[in-house]
């Protein structure tokens, strides 16, 4: 099996960097440029507009982001449908189907708020009780990999000893 490419979602806040400034939309416009012939999604007609704040990039399987995977005859699949159509190389030996990611790239031009998101104990039991506020069931796990030396964070909630 040869590695498809990943065709993914650009996300546009308020909060994210505009323009050509934008790592996301440089990456997403590199995309349309590898699909050039490409007329059967978005990626086609990518164009990058300077006054639009591109602010993530988003490979995984969310609903509201969902990457395409090229399929053999240039055929555009969704990355959850090809995952679960050979989940055994996917997902391994687990009899599992589910590949659910979410890999965002920021591009951050404003300050942005603190998240904080539940363990998966607790992100069921809310999503079980107050489901239009709690949309889903799982947990978010993250880890932030900084690709400039300008970035700066808040950090220190844990000692290292606890992470």
């Known amino acids: 099996m040869s ?8 996300q546009q806040y308020a909060w994210g960097r505009l323009g050509n400034s934008s790592t996301v939309a440089r ?18 007609s990518f164009e990058i507009e300077e ?3 591109y602010a993530e990039l988003w490979l995984g399987t969310h609903g509201n982001g969902m990457s395409q995977v090229t399929v053999p005859g240039g055929k ?5 449908e090809y995952v679960q159509g050979n989940p055994s190389v996917h997902c391994g030996s687990t009899g599992s189907t589910d590949l659910s990611f979410l890999l965002k790239v920021l591009s951050v031009r404003k300050v ?8 998966k104990a607790l992100a069921e039991r809310l999503h079980a009780t107050r489901p239009t506020v709690y949309k889903d069931p799982n947990h ?11 970035v700066r964070a808040m950090c220190g909630f844990r000692t290292l000893s606890e992470i």
């Open 76 to 80: 555009k699949q969704s990355l959850l």
């Open 3 to 10: 590695i498809q490419p990943l065709h993914c979602v650009a």
């Open 27 to 44: 990456m997403k416009e590199s995309q349309a440029l590898e699909d050039d012939d490409d007329t059967h999604t978005d990626n086609a």
């Open 51 to 53: 006054s639009t704040p």
């Open 112 to 119: 942005l708020s603190i998240q904080a998101h539940p363990d």
């Open 140 to 150: 978010k796990p993250e880890m932030a990999i900084c690709l400039s030396e300008k």
